[in-house]
């Protein structure tokens, strides 16, 4: 069963959720069509691989230390030193994620202004991109069968917080009240023919390592990416295409706020389903099936404030 946490009743609370990827790339034998190889830029990988990490991204400020992004008033900040990590930060206080093989991670110029990326010096490369609401997705590229199969994303968490690992994978962050600080979304890896890579978390203690089963048989780069989101309002549950289709599908407008629950069920941190009924019930399956025509997703935005519902958006994938 998935883990859940409270809601915290207060304004101004950073709320951080990751999700995990992995791409591999490669010199040898195996390759996707002959379209990517070893030597393209992180961005072009990205592109060719998993395009979808290069939506929404930011036009943040830039200076010699690295990016930084301001969303209602929180601070995320990507920096050109590797063994400094990622930061979120907020008035209520940070979140620190550190990157893998910073200690030997040299910077690779890049065109897109949002990303940052590494070349950790060991047949992988780490590009982060910062994304407009505020986020970070941490794409890690593997070349090759050389590459290493483990990845460490030290956590600098509050003092008393605690990292459960749920039944499906998945990853809760809660403060010691209880409440949902961030929800990290079970390890996905593909290969650069969009293959499915087995991959999973493990965690120990603040660490966590997402281990990538590659093997000199994929077809490389192979593609790694914690993705974090940071929300000063609350709480953001997005559902994938697939999930927002089948929402779109339901008979009635009742139904329609069946399957949502369902799958909110499932989701870490997730919002009371009572909480977004009446408002889900109605727009309804028309309003749902509209996203979903338009190629977009749904998300339930739920505030920190108390006694209100969570509000269905339309957002992109």
């Not at 200690?103 to 407009?132: C, H, R, W, Y």
Request: hydrophobic share 40%.
């Amino acid at each position: 069963m998935t883990q859940r946490s409270p809601i915290r009743p207060t304004a101004l609370t950073f709320f951080a959720a990751v999700t995990v990827a992995a791409t591999t790339m490669s010199t040898s034998a195996v390759y996707a069509a002959e379209l990517v190889t070893a030597d393209m830029s992180p961005e072009v990988v990205l592109e060719e691989i998993a395009p979808e990490t290069l939506i929404s991204v930011a036009a943040p400020d830039t200076g010699p230390e690295g990016i930084e992004l301001v969303v209602n008033e929180v601070s995320t900040s990507i920096p050109t030193d590797a063994s400094d990590g990622i930061e979120f930060e907020s008035n209520e206080g940070a979140l620190t994620v550190s990157l893998p093989f910073a200690e030997d991670a040299e910077q690779i110029p890049t065109v897109i202004d949002g990303m940052v990326a590494f070349d950790n010096g060991n047949g992988s490369q780490t590009a982060s991109v910062l994304k407009d609401d505020g986020g970070v997705q941490i794409n890690t590229i593997i070349e090759g069968p050389g590459a290493p199969t483990r990845y460490d994303y030290e956590l600098a968490i509050p003092d008393g917080a605690t990292i459960t690992q749920n039944d499906d994978g998945s990853i809760l962050i809660s403060d010691k009240d209880g409440y949902a600080l961030s929800s990290i979304d079970p390890a996905w890896a593909k290969d650069a023919n969009g293959a499915s890579i087995e991959t999973w978390y493990e965690v120990k203690g603040t660490t966590l390592t997402q281990v990538v089963a590659h093997s000199s048989g994929d077809a490389y780069p192979i593609v790694a990416d914690p993705s974090i989101n940071v929300y000063w309002w609350g709480i953001g549950i997005k559902f994938t295409k697939a999930e927002t289709k089948k929402i779109a599908a339901a008979s009635s407008n009742a139904g329609a706020l069946t399957v949502a629950c369902g799958l909110i069920a499932n989701a870490p941190g997730a919002v009371a389903c009572g909480a977004a009924g009446f408002v889900l019930s109605a727009l309804g399956r028309d309003w749902a099936k509209g996203v979903a025509s338009r190629g977009k997703c749904i998300q339930l935005s739920q505030t920190w404030a108390t006694g209100l519902p969570a509000v269905p958006v339309e957002v992109k994938c």
